[in-house]
């Protein structure tokens, strides 16, 4: 009898084990989920479609290249000049101003090589004044995402080249 409920005991033990790692993963796939909300939206301006399809972006930023895309939508103009939390120092960052136009894009240190200056001043300086100008400066950040994607895609892509010996 005292052997049964030493193996009773030691099962319950061992389910209460469980249980509580299993506890403990829902939380921190929740508040992983928290963390990883696409876009700090304070205007309320993107629709839930919108809010979706950058998500779909984050998302595939985070598996495929290991780095978080950080979004920020205002009212009100960023700093000048504006530096990123420590924290966010390796990720992309999207600052936007729909009123005053006013566009802020930052690039971790290794894919500022991979992406290269041309490119990443033209995400800066050009790509959302017609976007702005119609005022569908949502569309304007999902066409920055997918052409960085396209653009990260390409540069972390193998090389298909048949190497040969000199």
């Not at 101003?97 to 990443?120: K, M, S, T, Y």
């Not at 800066?124 to 569309?139: I, K, M, Q, T, V």
């Not at 999902?142 to 080249?161: C, G, I």
């Amino acid at each position: 009898m005292q052997r049964f409920f030493r193996i009773l005991i030691i099962g319950l033990l061992f389910c209460a084990v469980i249980w509580g790692f299993w506890m403990n993963n829902e939380r921190q796939m929740e508040r992983l989920r928290k963390e990883s909300i696409p876009a700090l939206d304070s205007t309320g301006l993107l629709r839930e479609e919108e809010q979706q399809r950058l998500a779909q972006y984050v998302e595939r930023f985070r598996k495929n290249y290991g780095l978080a895309i950080v979004i920020s939508i205002r009212d009100q103009p960023f700093p000048s000049p504006f530096l990123l939390p420590d924290e966010r120092a390796g990720s992309f960052f999207f600052g936007l101003c729909p009123p005053d136009q006013q566009v802020l894009f930052e690039v971790p240190p290794l894919a500022e090589h991979l992406l290269g200056q041309p490119f990443i001043s033209y995400l800066r300086h050009e790509h959302f004044r017609p976007y702005f100008a119609r005022g569908n400066w949502p569309e304007g950040l999902a066409s920055a995402l997918s052409m960085l994607a396209e653009r990260m895609d390409k540069a972390v892509a193998p090389d298909n080249r048949k190497h040969t010996e000199p």
